[in-house]
């Protein structure tokens, strides 16, 4: 190892908070430093070639190092680096962004507010859809709905809308006003279901969950169309137009949370398309940029905007904003990266391989530790069991989460391993054939070596 590595390593345990870690045992492991990357593979400082199955963090859609968005982002640096939007001032490439997100959502959606990530718009949207209640004389719609095993940030208030236990654990959360229904988790229905019976499950757990709160008093439901950080769990197809087609009855907002999913993770550009889902509100970040720099976005429908907008007081401000709002170096990597999508071809060459990612899942049923593949476009999840028969997954004291991460990555292959022994993968959109070949070699040879620890074998009914 390196000496300037085993420095960094140092200054690392000394000072750097990681998100979602165990502080201390991150201490005594030490951080694996990144050095580099290249298409779809990174290089550590230890020299090891990785194959990247999960895009960074579910966000670098046209991989690593491509030069034309470095190149954007330098010319945008170079003419104005920073521009606020308050005063009513603003750049170039966030008004071109805007209006190109506009052109490329779904038709309901006219107006957009430009955040830094995914966290700070679903707590844009929480806010501003108070507000609009407020506006619009409806002041007792203050409670808000979402999904078991949902993600949506981890925000003062996102996080409570996410439903995963270790971001509530200590945070006092979630909040009264917060509520969630199940997810439409068809491996984990009772035996007999289908999809349709998931479907219409969710249907009803919605209105009765609006019933029981009272219709005047539900702001929104939120929900992502495949659910990442729960496990990428993958809804029947249908399932997210029946829950527009209640939340329109019930008279609720409905929210579509698409920060992993947008930007042709699921196939089309985003995945509420797929089904001619037409939202209120949708959120986005990761692949909006490609993860080159932060940015996110809150977009929203003209009636929503209008309420907010006609509600106010004339010359009076909508007191919501943040100072790197709509930042213009930012928004000139997003047309960058958007262009790349349309005019580079990448939307249609992901759509090209997705068979070979699908393919390549399925076939893992066959492994003993397997127990269900699912997938959706270049996103997908193993999930794994000691019994295929009876479903039943492994003790939590046996650490299977973290064996799986490391055997992967001593097989030069990073993907998200869960605690509940989930495999979550997101290559990125430029992947080949031959490299998903190779990951679905690693990947194998991962399952067989963990496979053959006894404490593991041992486990397997």
């Given at each position: 190892?390196?000496?300037?590595?085993?420095?960094?390593?140092?200054?690392?345990?000394?000072?750097?908070?990681?998100?979602?870690?165990?502080?201390?045992?991150?201490?005594?492991?030490?951080?694996?430093?990144?050095?580099?990357?290249?298409?779809?593979?990174?290089?550590?400082?230890?020299?090891?070639e990785?194959?990247?199955?999960?895009?960074?963090?579910?966000?670098?859609?046209?991989?690593?190092?491509?030069?034309?968005?470095?190149?954007?982002?330098?010319?945008?640096?170079?003419?104005?680096?920073?521009?606020?939007?308050?005063?009513?001032?603003?750049?170039?490439?966030?008004?071109?962004?805007?209006?190109?997100?506009?052109?490329?959502?779904?038709?309901?959606?006219?107006?957009?507010?430009?955040?830094?990530?995914?966290?700070?718009?679903?707590?844009?949207?929480?806010?501003?859809?108070?507000?609009?209640?407020?506006?619009?004389?409806?002041?007792?719609?203050?409670?808000?709905?979402?999904?078991?095993?949902?993600?949506?940030?981890?925000?003062?208030?996102?996080?409570?809308?996410?439903?995963?236990?270790?971001f509530?654990?200590?945070?006092?959360?979630?909040?009264?006003?917060?509520?969630?229904?199940?997810?439409?988790?068809?491996?984990?229905?009772?035996?007999?279901?289908?999809?349709?019976?998931?479907?219409?499950?969710?249907?009803?757990?919605?209105?009765?969950?609006?019933?029981?709160?009272?219709?005047?008093?539900v702001?929104?439901?939120?929900?992502?169309?495949?659910?990442?950080?729960?496990?990428?769990?993958?809804?029947?197809?249908?399932?997210?137009?029946?829950?527009?087609?209640?939340?329109?009855?019930?008279?609720?907002?409905?929210?579509?949370?698409?920060?992993?999913?947008?930007?042709?993770?699921?196939?089309?550009?985003?995945?509420?398309?797929?089904?001619?889902?037409?939202?209120?509100?949708?959120?986005?970040?990761?692949?909006?940029?490609?993860?080159?720099?932060?940015?996110?976005?809150?977009?929203?429908?003209d009636?929503v905007?209008?309420?907010?907008?006609?509600?106010?007081?004339?010359?009076?401000?909508?007191?919501?904003?943040?100072?790197?709002?709509?930042?213009?170096?930012?928004?000139?990597?997003?047309?960058?990266?958007?262009?790349?999508?349309?005019?580079?071809?990448?939307?249609?060459?992901?759509?090209?391989?997705?068979?070979?990612?699908?393919?390549?899942?399925?076939?893992?049923?066959?492994?003993?530790?397997?127990?269900?593949?699912?997938?959706?476009?270049?996103?997908g999840?193993?999930?794994?069991?000691?019994?295929?028969t009876?479903?039943?997954?492994?003790?939590?004291?046996?650490?299977?989460?973290?064996?799986?991460?490391?055997t992967?990555?001593?097989?030069?292959?990073?993907?998200?391993?869960?605690?509940?022994?989930?495999?979550?993968?997101?290559?990125?959109?430029c992947?080949?054939?031959?490299?998903?070949?190779?990951?679905?070699?690693?990947?194998?040879?991962?399952?067989?070596?963990?496979l053959?620890?006894?404490?593991?074998?041992?486990?397997?009914?």
């Amino acid at each position: 190892m390196p000496s300037n590595t085993s420095s960094l390593i140092d200054l690392d345990r000394a000072h750097l908070i990681h998100p979602v870690a165990p502080w201390r045992k991150h201490e005594q492991r030490g951080v694996t430093v990144l050095e580099s990357g290249h298409g779809a593979w990174l290089k550590d400082a230890a020299g090891n070639e990785l194959l990247d199955a999960f895009a960074g963090l579910w966000c670098v859609n046209v991989g690593y190092g491509q030069e034309s968005v470095v190149q954007a982002a330098t010319a945008q640096m170079r003419k104005l680096p920073y521009a606020t939007g308050y005063f009513h001032f603003g750049s170039e490439p966030a008004i071109q962004l805007a209006a190109k997100l506009v052109e490329i959502a779904p038709p309901s959606l006219k107006h957009v507010y430009l955040t830094l990530g995914g966290s700070e718009a679903i707590d844009a949207a929480v806010r501003l859809i108070v507000h609009y209640y407020n506006a619009t004389g409806r002041p007792g719609k203050k409670q808000f709905i979402s999904l078991e095993r949902g993600y949506h940030g981890s925000s003062s208030t996102g996080a409570g809308l996410t439903a995963l236990p270790v971001f509530h654990r200590g945070f006092d959360l979630p909040r009264p006003e917060q509520h969630y229904i199940a997810s439409p988790y068809l491996y984990r229905s009772p035996e007999g279901s289908t999809a349709q019976s998931v479907i219409d499950a969710s249907v009803q757990s919605l209105r009765a969950k609006v019933a029981s709160l009272g219709a005047d008093n539900v702001a929104a439901f939120f929900c992502e169309p495949i659910q990442g950080s729960g496990g990428v769990i993958v809804p029947p197809t249908g399932w997210l137009k029946a829950m527009r087609q209640a939340c329109t009855e019930l008279g609720i907002l409905f929210v579509v949370d698409e920060v992993i999913t947008g930007f042709g993770r699921t196939g089309p550009m985003f995945a509420c398309q797929a089904e001619g889902v037409e939202p209120d509100l949708m959120t986005m970040a990761k692949g909006l940029t490609s993860g080159y720099a932060p940015m996110g976005a809150l977009m929203m429908s003209d009636a929503v905007y209008a309420g907010i907008a006609d509600g106010a007081a004339p010359g009076v401000p909508i007191g919501h904003g943040a100072t790197y709002s709509a930042h213009p170096v930012s928004a000139a990597i997003a047309l960058e990266v958007i262009r790349i999508y349309q005019e580079g071809g990448m939307l249609a060459h992901a759509q090209k391989v997705a068979p070979h990612f699908a393919q390549g899942l399925d076939a893992l049923t066959a492994h003993p530790l397997v127990g269900e593949a699912r997938h959706r476009g270049l996103l997908g999840a193993l999930e794994l069991v000691s019994n295929k028969t009876t479903k039943a997954g492994f003790d939590p004291a046996l650490g299977l989460s973290d064996l799986l991460f490391e055997t992967g990555y001593r097989n030069g292959l990073v993907f998200r391993s869960f605690g509940d022994n989930i495999l979550g993968f997101a290559p990125a959109l430029c992947y080949t054939e031959g490299e998903f070949s190779q990951l679905f070699r690693r990947l194998e040879k991962t399952l067989d070596e963990v496979l053959a620890v006894p404490e593991v074998r041992r486990a397997l009914g």
